[in-house]
């Protein structure tokens, strides 16, 4: 038979000696210590991992008579205890599937999620263990992850009327005539709608000289009639080879990739050897980011797959890996330009954005440079935008499994995170977004606590305009280089310090006009509001908080040129904001200090404080001295921004801002 492709919940066999026992191993095997106690009048068994993965996931084997067979089995045990996998089982004795033996396994489930493990076990079922686990299945398929199976039995008419009538019937407590005539009501391969309309997973190993339970009877038949409603199934037929303990079965890699792979630990493991050092933008500067540290840049939106794979092609030369996001909207009204707005229905329009996606996914395929796919930035954490996402997350692992894929949301509200594992539980890895030292450290710890598994600081930096003091009229005030540079490190010891987060990405490689380009930008334009092609970064200036990210990125300063640092701005008289008149000269004091001792060139623009992005009033005006500068007020009421910049003269520069407001005075 040639290998067939579906989707199965499959039990790995799964062997737990009894901690009295003297387990049948290799005497250089160190085997996990089993936890064994009663449910319901039955002994269970569980292998905890010494270092639980997030989730807790484990792998519920059967069959599982005095022990969990599976433990002999060293690369089934070793590999699902190295990736933190837990393994556990019910000793029901010689059941087959009936009700009344599926609820006594409910009990089981029960007890192990109580336990704090994951409510979608893996089914691992071996020999008649197919059959236990797939009875169980079919009348709980919202509670099943996945199903593996090695050689198992999947058809009641099969094995269990043929070799095991005595104990199928007992189990059923019924006739045998009685028990034919409703096979369709008992029989799992009679009963997968469920299974696959909750979208379970299959892989199964059988050999095709299996005499005691046929393939063609069990996993062919299940694997055909899976297929044909639209479930995921995987067989991997071994020629030659029947019902037997022998390696391919029991070595079977492809079994063991496919379990991890459904507990998302097996994508995982690409992170566990790479730190995020990254930034958000900055595609189209990638030479020079490689030479700072930089090892990921995020993207916001996918151009054409052609562009993106020429912009991937370019990372993977230079050692990089990308975060691949795709622009999403929010549910209901979105803001358009102009003030204008628009609205959006994922109901309506999600299957279509859901096509649309999959195809750009299927024309980039499977790029080494490719660390995660990013699904949305900051949309509104709505069911309907969640449900297209967890789809879209679920499109990526069907075709790429070690692809991961991810979503963000702002300073990681406890809700927030509950929505996301409720409805888009496909998700790999949490994208979290905050900006000041308290708020990143807040939103480690709500992700830490309720999220509980690997996430990122997806966009970060020191304090926005939210955070800061404002003026009598409400305008915000900045803050010095000096404490721009000290948030950023405290930043940054917050996201070293968490044991899940997988690192950052900065929030912005290049000069941003939204709110102030002192606030977020690492670089800066030497024109804050001149014409620029927003993919170009020739005459940006490196900024003193560029430099923190380099030497957090490489563990030293950057080497050559230092940029200045404007550690004081004030207006004379040590105020922070000014109330002035029409052409009234306003003398500003500053401080711009060196690293290299070069000599530092002052510049201030007047800005219009009440447009979102920069808006130049006035300016440039070049400081005549080496400490203070006499600035002319704009002609018309309002209000106002002072930005000053102080540049080296070598591609270094820092800014910040002074908010005045123009009034008639009497």
Not at 168 to 187: H, I, K, P, V, W
Not at 589 to 611: H, K, M, Q, R, Y
Request: proline share 7%; glycine share 10%; hydrophobic share 40%.
């Amino acid at each position: 038979m040639a290998p067939m492709k579906l989707f199965l919940s499959a039990c790995i066999p799964f062997f737990i000696a009894v901690v009295t026992a003297s387990p049948l191993v290799a005497e250089d095997t160190t085997w996990p210590s089993v936890e064994t106690f009663e449910v319901d009048g039955h002994k269970a068994f569980l292998y905890a991992p010494p270092k639980p993965a997030p989730g807790k996931p484990w792998v519920w084997y059967a069959p599982t008579i005095k022990h969990v067979l599976i433990m002999k089995h060293r690369l089934y045990v070793d590999s699902l205890m190295k990736a933190g996998v837990g393994i556990a089982g019910v000793d029901l004795g010689e059941v087959r599937g009936a009700p009344a033996s599926s609820a006594k396994f409910s009990k089981f489930y029960d007890e192990m999620v109580n336990r704090g493990w994951s409510p979608k076990p893996i089914l691992l079922g071996q020999s008649r263990g197919g059959l236990m686990l797939l009875a169980w299945g079919m009348r709980n398929p919202d509670k099943v992850k996945a199903f593996a199976g090695i050689y198992p039995v999947c058809n009641l008419a099969s094995w269990p009327l043929r070799f095991s009538k005595a104990e199928t019937l007992a189990d059923y407590g019924l006739m045998e005539e009685a028990l034919r005539s409703r096979l369709a009501e008992f029989n799992p391969i009679e009963n997968l709608a469920g299974l696959i309309a909750a979208k379970v997973p299959m892989f199964i190993v059988h050999g095709d000289a299996d005499k005691t339970v046929p393939i063609e009877d069990n996993t062919g038949l299940l694997a055909e009639r899976y297929r044909a409603g639209g479930g995921s199934i995987e067989v991997k037929v071994i020629p030659g080879r029947g019902h037997e303990v022998s390696p391919p079965f029991f070595q079977c890699q492809e079994l063991v990739d496919f379990i991890l792979a459904q507990t998302g630990q097996a994508r995982l493991e690409r992170l566990k050897s790479f730190r995020i050092r990254g930034v958000c933008g900055g595609e189209h500067d990638l030479e020079r980011l490689a030479t700072l540290g930089v090892n990921t840049v995020r993207g916001y939106s996918i151009p054409d797959p052609e562009s993106m794979r020429a912009t991937l092609d370019k990372a993977h030369r230079l050692g990089m890996k990308m975060v691949v996001s795709e622009w999403m909207p929010n549910q209901g009204e979105n803001k358009g330009s102009g003030g204008s707005t628009w609205k959006f229905d994922y109901g309506a329009r999600g299957e279509e954005m859901l096509e649309k996606f999959i195809a750009k996914v299927e024309a980039i395929g499977d790029h080494p440079a490719i660390l995660m796919w990013g699904l949305g930035n900051e949309v509104h954490l709505d069911e309907p935008y969640l449900r297209v996402v967890n789809r879209m997350s679920r499109g990526i692992h069907k075709r790429f499994p070690n692809h991961l894929t991810s979503l963000t949301m702002v300073n990681a509200k406890p809700e927030a995170i509950a929505a996301v594992k409720k409805f888009a539980p496909d998700i790999d890895v949490l994208g979290v977004q905050s900006y000041s030292p308290g708020a990143v450290r807040g939103a480690i710890k709500s992700t830490e606590e309720h999220w509980g598994k690997p996430f990122y600081m997806s966009e970060f930096n020191g304090k926005g305009p939210w955070n800061f003091g404002k003026t009598p009229w409400g305008a915000a005030l900045d803050e010095s280089v000096t404490q721009k540079v000290q948030d950023l490190n405290a930043c940054y010891d917050a996201i070293d310090a968490s044991s899940l987060c997988l690192g950052s990405t900065i929030f912005v490689w290049g000069h941003t006009n939204e709110f102030r380009p002192t606030y977020f930008s690492l670089l800066l334009d030497p024109d804050p509001n001149g014409p620029r092609d927003k993919d170009s970064f020739a005459g940006l200036l490196i900024t003193p908080q560029a430099e923190v990210m380099v030497e957090r990125f490489t563990g030293k300063p950057p080497r050559g040129n230092r940029a200045p640092v404007l550690s004081r701005l004030e207006f004379a008289g040590g105020k922070r904001e000014r109330e002035v008149a029409p052409r009234e000269s306003m003398e500003v004091v500053f401080v711009a200090d060196d690293p290299n001792g070069d000599s530092v060139e002052v510049v201030s623009w007047i800005l219009d404080s009440t447009s979102k992005k920069s808006k130049r009033v006035a300016g440039p005006f070049a400081a005549t001295l080496l400490d203070k500068a006499a600035i002319p007020a704009p002609d018309a009421p309002g209000e106002y921004l002072l930005m000053v910049y102080a540049i080296d003269g070598k591609g270094g520069g820092s800014a910040s801002t002074l908010p005045f407001r123009v009034i008639e005075k009497r």
